[in-house]
């Protein structure tokens, strides 16, 4: 079981430009999240999703669109990259809590991101 | 949504026991206090998680009082590798999103282990 991956790990963007970050799960999750943390805090949930086809906005959506076409997938686009965008994005996935479930969230490794 | 409060950072030495509190005031009755530890760049992982008294598992204990308004996360004989970010979050679990139910995760607490 690979759990969630994140693809690309780095990557490094010029103001203005586009991109899309892939988080992908095996672990046949409901929900899935991205989130980003920025140096020395928290994390900060931009989007989420609670199951194939839905999407929802988080703490911080601005400047961030996503897609949840298969239930194992939840991309994380920019439109047009800001250097107020470079960040640490943490993409999480938790199973839909019944009975004593803890809804833990299963992280991937992260993706930096550098906005030029 | 609960708000925590939490010491930024701790120190502590080797084989020590380490106890870290949070504080939140406005828990709701149907939150539940959950503890996630992230290693540098590394995502969060899950520690444990309490709605009352006692909780223990093998890697930490949950202390809650009656009242709820307060937490403690107890690491027993910490080790070099303990050295890491424990975050606090309250809310519902996880996997209950609702409108409004969107578990923040606070700046936490920076524990370093010494030799």
């Known amino acids: 079981n690979a759990g969630v991956t994140q693809t690309p790990k780095f990557r490094v963007l010029k103001t203005g430009q586009s991109m899309t970050l892939l988080c992908a799960q095996d672990?046949?999750?409901?929900?899935m999240y991205w989130y980003r943390q920025d140096p020395g805090m928290g994390l900060r949930l931009i989007h989420y999703?609670?199951?194939?086809?839905?999407?929802a906005k988080g703490e911080v959506p601005d400047g961030y669109n996503v897609s949840r076409l298969k239930k194992q997938n939840f991309l994380l686009g920019l439109e047009s990259a800001a250097p107020s965008q470079t960040s640490v994005y943490f993409c999480?996935?938790?199973?839909?809590?019944?009975?004593?479930?803890?809804?833990?969230?299963?992280f991937g490794e992260g993706s930096r991101l550098t906005v030029l | 949504l609960a708000k925590t409060t939490q010491p930024i950072s701790m120190d502590s030495y080797e084989g020590q026991e380490v106890n870290i509190t949070c504080s939140h005031n406005?828990?709701?009755?149907?939150?539940?206090i959950t503890w996630y530890q992230q290693f540098p760049s590394q995502g969060p992982r899950f520690i444990i998680q309490?709605?009352?008294t006692k909780v223990t598992n093998e890697v930490a204990s949950l202390f809650i009082p009656a009242d709820r308004k307060s937490s403690t996360l107890s690491l027993p004989r910490v080790s070099l590798s303990d050295t890491a970010v424990y975050y606090c979050?309250?809310?519902?679990?996880?996997?209950?999103?609702?409108?409004?139910?969107?578990?923040?995760f606070g700046g936490g607490t920076r524990v370093l282990v010494k030799p």
């Open positions: 999480a996935s938790s199973w839909e809590t019944r009975g004593r479930d803890t809804g833990e969230l299963f």
């Open positions: 672990m046949n999750h409901e929900y």
């Open positions: 999703s609670v199951g194939e086809g839905t999407t």
């Open positions: 406005n828990i709701a009755t149907n939150d539940y």
């Open positions: 309490g709605y009352k």
């Open positions: 979050l309250v809310g519902e679990r996880m996997g209950r999103i609702a409108a409004g139910n969107k578990l923040t």
